[in-house]
T-cell receptor
Framework: ETGVTQTPRHLVMGMTNKKSLKCEQH?????MYWYKQSAKKPLELMFV???????ENNSVPSRFSPECPNSSHLFLHLHTLQPEDSALYLC?????????????FGPGTRLTVT | AQKITQTQPGMFVQEKEAVTLDCTYD???????LFWYKQPSSGEMIFLIY??????QNATEGRYSLNFQKARKSANLVISASQLGDSAMYFC????????????????FGRGTSLIVHP
């Protein structure tokens, strides 16, 4: 596979469930990102990882927990979510967060919290 | 603080005509990058074009060009010869270092403009 992949593509979960979103990049990039895209808001940056180290955390609630075991994989662990967390979650990668390269995005996971 | 403003929620254009999508930005950093992305209904964001703050020439990529006016802090996207497949959401984004992140360029996105191309 090439580019950035995300699984699952769609997820429906209850507020008491625990689930994880997975992102994998096959581009040899060093930086990975999680974004939240809601219907009536701009794209919100959630987390930035550079070589498996978190370099940015944009005041995201603790019910979202990221994990970056290596530079190719990024997870977003979800627990006790709220209905307002329903959104499209996009993963992206770039060559290096310290340089101005473009980001490559995955297809997203459409999350619905019931 | 970094900010991107896209004032056009929706735009319509006739097939084969040119269209300009507006974007203004705000940053105090002298070094930054401006990007445009396309998001079709499938959801995936596709990189279109990049302009660096120190670039003297306007960026061009095929039918896409970026009208960079640094003094006005604007970075408008021009799509020439529109095609039906250009119908999508278009996002302007900026990466700047701001006050955070030990040297990382942090991205900020605008709210997007929905472009519809009519046959």
């Amino acid at each position: 596979e090439t580019g950035v992949t995300q699984t699952p593509r769609h997820l429906v979960m209850g507020m008491t469930n625990k689930k994880s979103l997975k992102c994998e990049q096959h581009l040899g990039h060093n930086a990975m990102y999680w974004y939240k895209q809601s219907a009536k808001k701009p794209l919100e940056l959630m987390f930035v990882y550079s070589l498996e180290e978190r370099v940015e955390n944009n005041s995201v609630p603790s019910r979202f927990s990221p994990e970056c075991p290596n530079s190719s994989h990024l997870f977003l662990h979800l627990h006790t979510l709220q209905p307002e967390d329903s959104a499209l979650y996009l993963c992206a990668s770039s060559q290096d967060p310290g340089s101005l390269y473009e980001q490559y995005f995955g297809p997203g996971t459409r999350l619905t919290v019931t | 603080a970094q900010k991107i403003t896209q004032t056009q929620p929706g735009m319509f254009v006739q097939e084969k005509e040119a269209v300009t999508l507006d974007c203004t930005y705000d940053t105090s950093d002298p070094s930054y990058g401006l990007f445009w992305y396309k998001q079709p209904s499938s959801g995936e964001m596709i990189f279109l074009i990049y302009q660096g703050s120190y670039d003297q020439q306007n960026a061009t990529e095929g039918r896409y060009s970026l009208n960079f006016q640094k003094a006005r802090k604007s970075a408008n996207l021009v799509i020439s010869a529109s095609q039906l497949g250009d119908s999508a959401m278009y996002f302007c984004a900026m990466r700047a270092k701001g006050h955070a992140s030990g040297g990382s360029y942090i991205p900020t996105f605008g709210r997007g403009t929905s472009l519809i191309v009519h046959p």
